[in-house]
RNA sequence: GCGGCGGUCGUCUAGCCUGGACUAGGACGCCGGCCCCCCAAGCCGGAGAUCCCGGGUUCAAAUCCCGGCCGCCGCACCA
């Protein structure tokens, strides 16, 4: 084993084999944007594509997928909260660089309501009351908002104010009646979205690890809190519920243990330290997810977080994270459980009607109290305003109405005061069919750029004259590797290269993603192939001029088997585990 | 954002302290050729460096000084 570490060989691959990059380095760089090369994109798209499988493909309908812009109007990230949390008034310590919430720092210090003032009046009340860095007592600057939303102007002339998403979640609130009503009005439903955000983080400095523009995989999904034990009842039997996890607890961490424990889903369920049962259903998805990635189980981990370290949205967060040598323990997903928060501010904002009707098993018959207007009172009252006073009646809530005049014994319509004997009374009884509600959202939220790091890093493996990625065949850039063993300017070695392109060209039209290479020496070609984690590589040789026969290299052992060309293909399916044996499967069905 | 350290071909590095003979040297990698029936072999040849950027000092700057950018480490931030 190389004295370097992981890291620095994956970041040398890295930039040497075309997978990744500080971007814009000819105008001296930018911290937080990478650039992904040729092979970081192959491996990065089929990452996406597990995810798309175990996350959309995989639950039969019960998640779909949307694409909505990056460029937002500024009110859905003011509806959101996203404003708000996203521009903190910061002032910092002259004497040790520490940044503290300005309002938060007045409160505490001077007693003083501090919250929602200008970067001015902030500034004036540290002075006047002599607030000081709480830490070493220095001196403080003027409060600067920090604002880590990405600012643009939609419209060259005169632009409204828009922000570039900082997640992909909006795009699905805001567009969650159309899709509800595309997807027939049922529930529950997931909407996933796969997508870039912005982020202007305030300095970016863990490589992959914390971008100003990276991918997000995610989706919420939306279903009725008050069924939530019939519906995920369906999906959370038979082997899932023994599917174990690594799981640190709130509970436990408050009381200081740092270790996680392994549980069920069971145990997840029944100790109730998940708050909805959707929770652990995508938390054990999430799970094998990873897992099919190649990272180890022991080395996946999900952390509660704590309520102070949750974001404003959630009432329960578990960030998923992935152990890295270099980093540590890094958070590859997160999910929350963002109740009707989002659902609810956008109908408070936008005013839409995002609520969902749940039909009751049975009618319910409902005796309700119900009111009418007199016209020969009203007449009498409001005069010539007859009319007008009558069309506003009618636009008004007759509940609202109700309570009104209940609690006052009169309203005012037009400056004309009416009394509860310009009203008929009426008990009615109606047959109630279901109710409108807000449906409950569970968010998992995973970062594509941070998976492909602890992807690559848990891949990477020295051996004492090799350094290879030992990626799932699933998630390689290349599916095969073919080589010509020698490509000098003999007659077998012309031929060699002439079955070898042939048979290259031909794996293509199958699909397969195949790389070809015959420069330099046979056994430098596999080191380049095995670099870059292609699993498999065929070798035309001398043979193959005699019996039509192929070597297939196997990657982690170096072995080779041999094997005629008609049967190539098959072998190569079965190896990369996409021959699947529909007998087996169409059993299950009869 | 604060403090410390650093930045020379794709990579690693020599040179910097003590300014000049540096048209910036080497190794690996890359490309072309020769050789070779299987795991980074050898030989020959080739391409490849705004010495991070800008300014200053000087007759002369990769080298000294200042500012910026980027990276690493610590602190802070990461809704």
Known sequence: MPDKSKYDVLIDIGRRRGLFWPSYEIYGGVAGLYDFGPIGVEIKRRIMMEWIRFFIHRQGGLVVEIESPIITPRMVLVASGHEEHFTDPVTEC???????????????????????????????????????????????TKPRPALLLFKTEIGPYKGSPGYLRP????????????????????????????????????????????????????????????????????????????YKMNVLTARDKARGVEEAKTYTVRELLEDKIVSTPWMAYWMAIGNMFLESLGIPPDR??????????????????????????????????????????????????????????????????????????NPARIKELAGEKFGIVMKRIASMD???????????GYIVIEDVKLGRDAFYYKEVEEKVHGEKYIPHVVEPSFGLERIFYVVLENSL????????LKLKPSIAPYDVAVYPLLSGSKREHREMMRIARGIAEALRETGLNVYYDEEGSIG???????????????TVDYDTLKDNTVTIRHRDSRMQERINIDKLYDRLLELLGRRIDWRSLSRRII
Not at 461 to 468: A, P, S
Not at 524 to 538: L, S, V
Request: net charge neutral.
């Open 94 to 140: 002259t004497k040790c660089g520490r940044v503290f919430r300005a309002d938060h720092l007045i409160e505490e210090q001077a007693h003083v309501k501090a919250e929602g003032l200008s970067m001015d009046e902030l500034w004036s009340l540290i002075r006047e009351h002599n607030v000081r860095c709480p830490v070493c007592g220095g001196e403080l």
């Open 300 to 373: 996946i981990r999900f952390d509660e977080k704590l309520p102070h370290e949750k974001a404003h949205y959630s009432v329960q967060t578990f960030d998923q994270e992935v152990y890295t040598e270099k980093y540590g323990w890094v958070e590859v997903a997160g999910y929350s459980y963002r109740t009707t928060y989002d659902l609810g501010r956008h109908i408070e904002y936008s005013g839409a009607d995002l609520m969902v009707f749940r039909r009751f098993k049975e009618p319910r018959i409902v005796r309700k109290k119900t009111i009418y207007p």
């Open 167 to 242: 997640e992909t979640a909006q795009g699905m609130f805001v567009s969650f009646k159309q899709v509800f009503n595309v997807a027939r009005n049922r529930l529950p439903l997931g909407i996933a979205q796969i997508g870039r955000v912005g982020r202007n983080e305030i300095s970016p400095r863990q490589g992959l690890m914390r971008l100003r523009e990276f991918t997000i995989m995610e989706f919420e999904f939306f279903f009725d809190p008050e069924r939530v034990e019939e519906e995920a009842g369906k999906y959370l039997l038979g082997p899932i519920l023994d």
């Open 461 to 468: 493996v020295f051996e004492e004259n090799r350094t290879y």
């Open 398 to 408: 007759k509940e609202e109405l109700l309570k009104t005049l209940e609690e006052k």
């Open 524 to 538: 430098r070609r596999y080191m380049r192939g095995d670099e870059i984690g292609i699993p498999y590589a065929i």
